[in-house]
């Protein structure tokens, strides 16, 4: 089913951009840690830059005019690469406003040095015959972006295998707006 990446941008725009979102858990390491969205990490998300070659600014006015489809994009070669990051996008919001398992991978540095991305902490999911990844690097002590999200087959030996998962015992949003559900 084709996916309306206008109202993913809204509902990304509306639900996460400009807001904080604060999580504890019992793990020493991220007892307490700090999530923050801006609408420009959405086009990276998505998936958009192995398509379209402008910064992330250009891509979200084109995603809020509607001027990038699915239907456009499903086209391109490298819609393959990126077409599970669009339709199972909504995952990160139901990480975020569904609490859909509680709880979050602290990457070890063992997981962490064989992989391309360096993340340090990811939320993973598994879907039907799939895993959701959403990958969060450190900017500051304790302060974290979302900078990857990718879906893989599911396999006998899984992303993150080394790290440790924690509890998440609380997670509630600072910022502009109050929390909108679709």
């Given at each position: 089913?084709?996916?309306?990446?206008?109202?993913?941008?809204?509902?990304?725009?509306?639900?996460?951009?400009?807001?904080?979102?604060?999580?504890?858990?019992?793990?020493?390491?991220?007892?307490?840690?700090?999530?923050?969205?801006?609408?420009?990490?959405?086009?990276?998300?998505?998936?958009?830059?192995?398509?379209?070659?402008?910064?992330?600014?250009?891509?979200?006015?084109?995603?809020?005019?509607?001027?990038?489809?699915?239907?456009?994009?499903?086209?391109?070669?490298?819609?393959?690469?990126?077409?599970?990051?669009?339709?199972?996008?909504?995952?990160?919001?139901?990480?975020?406003?569904?609490?859909?398992?509680?709880?979050?991978?602290?990457?070890?540095?063992?997981?962490?040095?064989?992989?391309?991305?360096?993340?340090?902490?990811?939320?993973?999911?598994?879907?039907?015959n799939k895993i959701l990844t959403l990958g969060l690097r450190e900017i500051s002590p304790a302060i974290y972006i979302p900078v990857t999200f990718y879906v893989k087959?599911?396999?006998?030996?899984?992303?993150?295998?080394?790290?440790?998962?924690?509890?998440?015992?609380?997670?509630?949003?600072?910022?502009?707006?109050?929390?909108?559900?679709?």
């Amino acid at each position: 089913m084709p996916k309306d990446l206008k109202k993913t941008y809204n509902q990304y725009l509306t639900n996460l951009d400009g807001k904080t979102a604060i999580l504890t858990t019992p793990f020493t390491p991220l007892d307490c840690f700090y999530i923050k969205f801006d609408i420009l990490q959405l086009p990276h998300l998505l998936g958009l830059h192995k398509i379209y070659n402008e910064p992330p600014k250009s891509l979200c006015s084109k995603l809020a005019s509607s001027s990038i489809t699915y239907e456009k994009i499903q086209r391109h070669k490298m819609f393959g690469s990126i077409k599970d990051r669009i339709t199972l996008f909504d995952f990160i919001l139901d990480i975020f406003l569904e609490d859909y398992n509680g709880s979050v991978i602290y990457v070890s540095e063992a997981d962490r040095n064989g992989s391309s991305m360096k993340l340090d902490i990811a939320f993973n999911h598994p879907y039907k015959n799939k895993i959701l990844t959403l990958g969060l690097r450190e900017i500051s002590p304790a302060i974290y972006i979302p900078v990857t999200f990718y879906v893989k087959k599911k396999i006998i030996a899984q992303d993150f295998q080394q790290s440790k998962r924690a509890k998440i015992l609380s997670l509630e949003f600072i910022g502009t707006k109050n929390i909108l559900l679709r």
